[in-house]
C-alpha cells in the first residue's frame, strides 16, 4: 500500500489555472491506477480523472473533459492534475486516490482548491 500526500491547492479567480501534485511513498508506483477525487461542501466526493500505470490511458468526468489534464511521473512517483479554466463549482477539496487490483485503495488527506466569481 501507498501513502499519499496532495500539495497545490489554493484559492484562484474563475478562468484561472492550478496544478495539484500528489506524491506518494511506497514501491511499486508503476502498478497503481491513480485517480483524482473532489468533495464538494455538502455534497458526496465525486470522480474526477484517471490515469494507468504506464500513463498512456485516461478517463475524464464529463464536465472535466477539455479543461483538466492528468498525467503522472512513474520516476518521481508523482500523479498530476492541471486545472484550468477553473469555475466557482470546481471549488472543493481534491483527493487522490492510489487503486491496485487485489490490495485495498489508498487515499490522500485531501488538498482544497477555492475558485471565486
Known amino acids: 500500500q501507498v501513502q499519499l500526500v496532495e500539495s497545490g491547492g489554493g484559492l484562484v479567480q474563475a478562468g484561472g489555472s492550478l496544478r495539484l501534485s500528489c506524491a506518494a511513498s511506497?514501491?511499486?508506483?508503476?502498478?497503481?491506477?491513480m485517480g483524482w477525487f473532489r468533495q464538494a461542501p455538502g455534497k458526496g466526493r465525486e470522480f474526477v480523472a484517471a490515469i494507468n500505470g504506464k500513463g498512456d490511458s485516461t478517463d475524464y468526468a464529463g464536465s472535466m473533459k477539455g479543461r483538466f489534464t492528468i498525467s503522472r511521473d512513474n520516476d518521481k512517483n508523482t500523479v498530476y492534475l492541471q486545472m484550468n479554466s477553473l469555475k466557482p463549482e470546481d471549488t472543493a477539496v481534491y483527493y487522490c486516490?492510489?487503486?491496485?487490483?487485489?490490495?485495498?485503495?489508498?487515499w490522500g488527506q485531501g488538498t482544497q482548491v477555492t475558485v471565486s466569481s
Open positions: 511506497g514501491r511499486h508506483f508503476s502498478n497503481y491506477v
Open positions: 486516490k492510489a487503486a491496485r487490483w487485489a490490495s485495498p485503495d489508498s
